[in-house]
């Protein structure tokens, strides 16, 4: 894999699971029974972004190695084995000299 890809899958994985820890955790405003004018009462009252950033980040890390791990051992069967390759493709490169 190269680098390019792997911050690719990353950010793909984080935003991803951005939006499956976004709602823990969040206290709404009608549950506090402190609504302010002009919002709805579903609104958080507290929200701590950077803790959701924080949290998330490591989810998303632990996600991105099992998925980099699973596409290196090829645990997916993304790369054929060596065996069903074409006889051209199993034969080693002629030497240079």
Known sequence: MTIALAFALFFMIWWLVLFLVLPF???TQDETADVVPGTPGSAPS???????????TVVATFAFAVVWTALENNWLGTEPPVEDAPAVLRTAPPSPG
């Not at 507290?46 to 998330?56: A, D, E, M, P």
Request: no cysteine; aromatic share 14%; charged share 20%.
């Open 25 to 27: 955790g969040v206290v």
């Open 46 to 56: 507290r929200f701590n972004l950077r803790k959701v950033f924080l949290i998330n």
